[in-house]
Each structure stands twice: as structure tokens, then as C-alpha cells.
């Protein structure tokens, strides 16, 4: 998937060399803390599920609260589990931290685990936070994947994609012709 403005403002700090400041929650059990995380100067925060018992629910509503803000949200899960992963990255997050990376293979199932097909093995939706909400086709979460879509899945894609619209903005609770702001 490709990267949104946010995130590539914080992989420019990161590269050019300039100080870019990460918070780590463990122990926070609401949104506040990525609000005080904003108003001290970070540019990103980075909930910590491996050592905390915070749930994915909250881990999800941080991670929107970070975004909404103009922080970067990042997630360090428990256990290599592309379930959760797929979820959090759903939820929010920009990133995964994933524990005890040993090997190539381990990697490479991370990797995957975090990218749509035919690039991963993520379960596709059609809308994410990271844009929006607004509905998307596989080829525009996929870009570099595109030239491997057949015109047949093209065609099916946007006809999904115009069902979504359809269905998201009769659920809206704004005015009908723009589309919900939650998933499907």
C-alpha cells in the first residue's frame, strides 16, 4: 500500500537527519496520552501490545486518535499473527514492530502479512483510515501490483467499489452524497 502524506513526512525527518521524537505506550488506557503526545513535541507514537495488556479496540481508537492529530501511528505486536496485524493495520496503524524476527522466512511472512494481494496475503477491505475511508480498488492499494491485475479483476473491483459507495452513503449520517466514515 502506498504511503500517505503523514507518513512520508515522518520517513523525511528520518532520513534527513532531523530529531524525530517516538512515544511508547504501555500503560495508558485511553486516547489522552496520544493527545499529550502531540502537545510535547512527538511525531509519532508506537502502542506497545508485546509488553502491556492494552486490547486492539483501544490499540485501533489510538492509533485514529494519532492520525486525526498528525502523528504517526505505529504498533508493536505481540506475536508474529498475520490476523492481528491485518486488524491493527485496518484499525489504523501505519506500521508493525514484530517481535523476535530471527529469520529471512519470519520477515518475509510479516511482510506479507502487512500488504494486499498479489503482493501479501492481507484481507482486503475497501476502505482504510489511512485514506480516508473513502472506498478503493486493489489496484489503488496495490500500485506497484498493478500491472498483475487482469482486466477481468479490474472490472469486478470497480463494480465492488461502486456497491460500497453506494452502500456507505446511504449509511452516512452526514449528507447523502458523501460516504460514511466507517467500515463496511
Known sequence: MRETAQANAFLERLRSGELTLMMAIR?????????????????????????SAIDVGLTGEMCATASDLGLTPFVRVPERDYGIIGRLLDSGAYGIVAPRIETVEEAAA????????????????????????????????NPLQSCRYSSKHLQVSRQRTRLLRCLGSTCSRSAPTTCARNSA
Open 27 to 51: 500503560s495508558a488506557r485511553t486516547t489522552e496520552i496520544v493527545r499529550i503526545a502531540k502537545a510535547t513535541g512527538h511525531h509519532a507514537v508506537m502502542v506497545d501490545l508485546e509488553h
Open 110 to 141: 510479516i511482510c506479507r502479512a502487512c500488504r494486499f494481494p498479489p503482493a501479501g496475503q492481507r484481507s482486503q477491505l475497501a476502505m482504510v483510515p489511512q485514506y480516508g475511508m473513502r472506498p478503493m480498488t486493489a489496484i489503488e492499494l
